[in-house]
């Protein structure tokens, strides 16, 4: 078995720690690159995803802070029409600051539980 990246087991560890503690919550998973940030609402007992938003379809361009807390917005809209309104965070091998945190912000002043 090859040596997994920093990010990786990171990434793992977080995942984990959610399945333990999580219960039947649906799972608000983000993944960010350098030009962009995505957010899903995933079911993993049926493997849908339910939800989603991305800086893809928003006017704010690039993945800045600003672009991060209407993605976080634009999550908590789209949860509400699906009738998701708790969560579990899962922010990946990604550390909980900057763009990842505006989200988070954005997602709970949204409505969003987590």
């Known amino acids: 078995m090859a040596k997994l990246s920093l990010f990786e087991r990171r990434r793992r560890r ?9 219960g039947d919550r649906k799972r ?5 690159t350098g030009k962009h ?3 899903q ?29 209407q993605v976080g917005k634009d999550i908590a809209d789209a ?15 990604f550390l909980f600051h ?4 505006a989200l988070a912000e954005a997602a709970r002043a949204g409505g969003l539980e987590f």
């Open 37 to 39: 940030i995505y957010a």
């Open 14 to 22: 977080v995942r984990t720690a959610l399945r333990k503690r999580s």
């Open 79 to 93: 949860a509400m029409k699906a009738g998701v309104t708790t969560v579990v965070f899962d922010r990946g091998g």
């Open 41 to 69: 609402i995933i079911d993993d007992a049926n493997g849908q995803t339910l939800a989603a938003a991305s800086t893809l379809g928003i006017e704010v361009s690039g993945a800045n802070i600003s672009a991060a807390s």
């Open 98 to 101: 900057g763009r990842v945190k």
């Open 28 to 32: 608000l998973s983000v993944h960010r």
